[in-house]
């Protein structure tokens, strides 16, 4: 074990000797995160995010819904009837009531990210089982806006509690006019199915006219964005130091030393592996300083960082017996990890791209992170909810580890 | 003497990229004696490296086993890499890492740590001299800095055996001499056993106590000085450089049958213009010419007439020699004697100079 953290750390020093990795650790992936992130939209102030709530109805129902909104998404101040310190809503102090007109000319001058109307009658037409729309401003649509999901999330459960109603009354129904028990099942099935497909309560959406983007803070892509891609950088880097340490013979000596194989190529997987972690708490300081809301369980983000990381240097091993000279392992390297870095999301949120660009990538690692820094940083997600991504990375890390250590060349 | 390295049988076949073998090394054996300097002399490419990669544990052998103090590079390498330092061809060296730096790295990859690394390291630089720039960074070495560098890497665990793969290839006479001084300083010194190869026949001739000779991946004899000059017979070569001088058939004669001990003489005229237009090094070409021959050449002459004498005891029929020349108008502008030395003991077992 001495050895191997002799080697990594002998590694890492030869590493930061070098002017040129030390820009790249500490200068290349700030001013991207930096300069993404401003292009995103990106400020300092947003941890929260400010929501106009014309609530036309004020019934227990509608109360409910503002509170399931504030449950999704705790970083959502829904103005006038939310109050967060250091925070303010920036009504008028003696009228601090909003009309949906007050609240459309916020939206188009970048007061608040979105406006939600809820109409009058709201509960009455959930009891009746009528229909309901939902009107929602924002200056742009998208995919990513954080406020519409949250909305959508939000108004899931009441859906639920629609259809389980449509559903009784149906089974009611039937109970009187049938005796077959397999006519009722699927009489209950049919309703169900049919209710489902039209989702009672309907968010209408509206863009008001303005200039700002995706709602949020940019940094909150760029920083985890440029994190995921230079780590990918610096462990794909390991591949080109191997071979300038056979051409440099210092890999021979090594291999020449009373010290077991395996205890080589720990130390060699734990160098890079480190310099990857370094990576990210350099960008994650960055990530500090700008505002990026790191979700409520750190946790969950270190194991995101740890498995993704350990998956990256696993790959970069697994890749690395064919390569031949440094030429050839310079320009793999960097066509790997740009292509693999934009294909999976490290520049732009995958919620952009077209439908098929998000199935192919699901073959980048860099995707399986960014989809759970997102489920954090976006939406509040803890452990559970990144679970499935790190599973994945773990088992590729196996996979690729045994690749490449049953491939590495010793000669 | 009991012996620190003991090869049987080693092999190596090189498989090429394009899927053809190469037979670097044919089934060597080699046995070296504690606290001697042992020599592998051969030409270039003739396996000298690859056999002691197999040796040292880089590679593994095709077939065949070598044994550092008793244990098998096979099956207990560490215990038998440990008795060893290795002092390979290349600069092994981390050149952004200060010579310090590199000696502390490997010094603890030996197994070194605390005040016994310290210690070793300072006894190391002080061996090499190298104290005053042990803080500096490598590669702002020059190359004989760098040789001496990448030497004490291999002596910093005291190992029982060196081995040193052409150390003095591309450097200064003067950082040259100093290696092959401390080669005999590990010896007498450090008690250590020394495994030198070289394509110098000089060296290997200064340096060791017993020697092996090489060649296209088999041992072609292995002994003493004594023993292999013994195979090539008694005779000295005498070397009369007579510049411009025209030497004819007559005298040739007169000396192979007035001159006692004296079994042939022959007149060559040496091209020193074709000899200098090679690209070889200016080293390379000392190396090879005799001393004779290089005076000639630095004197700017084109041509030089060289008469070899073939005689069991040279040095005795030296004087009658060089009588019956100047009775004849020969002007002998050096001599030279050379008693049977490796070289020739290299060109009787291949019928080719270990130079070419
Ligand atoms: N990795 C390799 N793959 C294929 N052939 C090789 C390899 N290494 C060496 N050879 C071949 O094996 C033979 C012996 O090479 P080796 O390096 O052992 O010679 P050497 O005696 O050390 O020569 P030199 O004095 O030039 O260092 C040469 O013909 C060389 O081309
Ligand atoms: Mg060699």
Redesign the pocket.
Known sequence: MRYIFTIAINDIRVYIQDTGNLFNLFVVPVILALVLGFAFGGGSQLQYIRVDVVDLDNTAASTQLLTELRQVNPSLVLCPFDTVEDFSCNLNADDPTLTVSDALTRVEDDQTAAAIVIPAGYEQSLLNIEPIQIEYYSQEISQTDVVLQALQTAIQPVNGEVIATWVSIGVAQALNAIQDESILTSTAYDIARSKWAVDNIQVVYQTASGTSGITGNGFNQSVPGMATMYVLITAFGGMIVLLQERKQWTFQRLVVLPVSRAHLLGGKILARFLLGLITFTVLIIVGVFTGVSFGNDPLAIALIILSYTLCVTALSFAFAPLLRSEEQASSVTLLLSLSLAALGGAWWPLEIVPDFMRVISNISPVAWAMNGFSEVLFYNGGVVDVMLYVATMLIASLVFFIIGIMTFKY? | MENIVEARGLV?I???RDGTT?E??KGVNLDIRKGEIFSLL????????????MISGL?PPTSGDAKIGGYSIINSPIQAKKLLGVIP?EIALYPKLTARQNLEFFGRMYGLGGSVLRKQVDEVLEFIDLKDRQNDRVETFSGGMKRRVNIGVGLLHKPQLVYM??PT?GIDPQSRRRILDTVFRLRDEYNMSVLY?T?LMEEAQELSDRVAI?DH?TIIAQGTQGELTQQVGEEDRLLFHVGEAVVDEALLKRIEQNVEGVTSATYTVLNLKELTASDAPQTDLIDKLSTGTVAAIRAGHTTEGLVTVVARRGRKALPHIINLMDSNGVQIQSVEVREPDLEAVFLKLTGRALRD
Do not use: C, F, L, M
Not at chain 2, 42 to 53: E, H, L, M, Q, Y
């Open positions: 000669e | 190596k090189y498989k090429r190469v670097a090394v051969g030409p270039n490419g003739a396996g000298k490296t690859t056999t002691i990669s590679i061809q793969d052409e290839v190869t394509h090489i991946g």
